[in-house]
């Protein structure tokens, strides 16, 4: 037996039938979805607007995606799950869903790379309104990667602490993570720096 991590949208441990087997199992487990481009960023402008008081009035994206991520995600199925994640982000942080939505599509000409536009619509100081825009192009692979192996090392070495079950102090690789947590960047950030802390401690 080893520890589990779901760095894909798949339904993996969130299944019914799989989720008694995951309580029991004594083991550790992380997921899912991997935060690599586009809710990377929601995760850290989100924030932003809440602490600066910008209200978020409509937040639209568009994904363009080559390589297996864009086929997989030509299913509508599969692309519903992925950007329930993206939309939670912004409803967990802002506490309200702005108008908008995302939309992928499959660019295979793309091959390993992703483009992630996102349009946003918010009112500033004496109702202005005002509008960001984001275009992100990043490697799939090379953004994936680290996390992966980050993932791998600390599932690794909760497992050999003996910690079980979700680790919610994880949800800073997450879009949907298990557990409880923030779904702010920075506050992922420091609930993983204090579960490392306590990894290290656990010689």
Not at 6 to 33: C, E, I, K, M, Q
Request: hydrophobic share 45%.
């Amino acid at each position: 037996d080893c520890p589990y991590v779901n760095f894909t949208p798949s339904t993996g441990l969130h299944h019914p039938a799989l989720a008694p087997v995951a309580a029991s199992s004594g083991l550790p487990y992380a997921g899912r979805d991997g935060k690599t481009g586009q809710t990377l960023l929601r995760a850290v402008l989100a924030p932003m607007f809440l602490q600066r008081a910008l209200a978020v009035r409509a937040w639209s994206g568009t994904n363009l995606l080559g390589g297996g991520d864009g086929a997989a995600l030509a299913d509508p199925a599969a692309a519903a799950a992925k950007n329930a994640g993206k939309e939670r982000v912004l409803t967990d942080v802002l506490g309200t869903a702005p108008e908008g939505e995302v939309h992928i599509d499959d660019v295979p000409a793309l091959g390993d790379w992703k483009t992630a536009w996102d349009h946003i619509a918010f009112d500033g100081f004496l109702g202005s309104r005002m509008v960001l825009q984001t275009i992100w192009q990043g490697c799939d692979s090379a953004l994936a990667a680290p996390l992966v192996l980050d993932l791998a090392r600390i599932v690794a070495r909760a497992a050999d602490t003996g910690l079980t079950g979700p680790r919610p102090e994880l949800g800073f690789y997450f879009k949907d993570p298990d557990g409880h947590t923030s779904a702010a960047l920075g506050e992922q950030y420091a609930a993983l720096l204090s579960f490392a802390d306590r990894l290290r401690g656990e010689r």
